[in-house]
């Protein structure tokens, strides 16, 4: 079982990033996956969620109107499209699929600075 989550950087006020996770080693289709994140000094906290086929999903108040969290079955990927970034969004960024607890990936950094 694996995930490996790609797509941060380092990105201005107001910017843009794409965020993936491709899993493997379990029938990902069957699953509701979601987005965490931790920033320094912090416990990870969860910062969206999305159903098994892609029909229902949730936020955190504080991302909602400018995260969007997507998923392809096909290509057992999950994805977290960031609008109009923060710098109180600076964390490492993690999916997991919350009923099934897997072991973490190695995140990906996002940081948002001028």
Known sequence: ??????????????GSLRLSCAASGFTFSSYGMSWYRQALGKERELVAAITSAGGSTNYRDSVKGRFTISR????????????????????????????????????TQVTVSS
């Open 1 to 14: 079982v694996q995930l490996v989550e790609s797509g941060g950087g380092l990105v201005q006020p107001g």
């Open 72 to 107: 392809d079955n096909a290509k057992n990927t999950v994805y977290l499209q960031m609008n109009s970034l923060k710098p109180e969004d600076t964390a490492v960024y993690y999916c997991n699929a919350p009923v099934l607890g897997l072991n973490w990936g190695q995140g």
